[in-house]
């Protein structure tokens, strides 16, 4: 069984920036991925890594504002995020699975982290 804890979410204004990072304890080649959720709608992929190859996938919503990559000694993924907007409001979640295909579906995902929650004010 595999355990995800997220950590650096927060309260931030329209702009800023947060950083969140999320512990595997168990280590292997994986597709990492942040999802978020906001209150009353579905939960969507922001973005993705590849453990192995460290290829990266990004939602059209966060590209060009949001980073995410993986430091493989610390089994630890990370997601920068900049310029954020009350819309990227919503309580985070890292996940795994095997490969990266189909991402974006949280239904492919085996493995979640309890969330952690980022508001942005406008």
């Known amino acids: 069984q595999v355990e995800l804890v997220e950590s650096g979410g927060g309260s931030v204004a329209h702009g800023g920036s947060l950083n969140l990072s999320c512990v595997a304890s168990?280590?292997?080649?994986?597709?990492m991925a942040w999802f978020r959720q906001a209150p009353g709608r579905e939960r969507e992929g922001v973005a993705a890594?590849?453990?192995?190859?460290?290829?990266?996938y990004y939602a059209d919503a966060v590209k060009d504002r949001f980073t995410i990559s993986y430091e493989d000694a610390k089994n630890t993924v990370y997601l920068q995020m900049s310029s954020l907007k009350p819309d990227d409001t919503g309580v985070y979640y890292c996940?795994?699975?095997?490969?990266?295909?189909?991402?974006?579906?949280?239904?492919?995902?085996?493995?979640w982290g309890q969330g952690t929650q980022v508001t942005v004010s406008s």
């Open positions: 996940a795994r699975t095997k490969y990266c295909a189909g991402w974006s579906n949280p239904a492919y995902f085996d493995y």
């Open positions: 168990i280590g292997t080649v994986a597709c």
């Open positions: 890594i590849s453990t192995g190859a460290y290829f990266t």
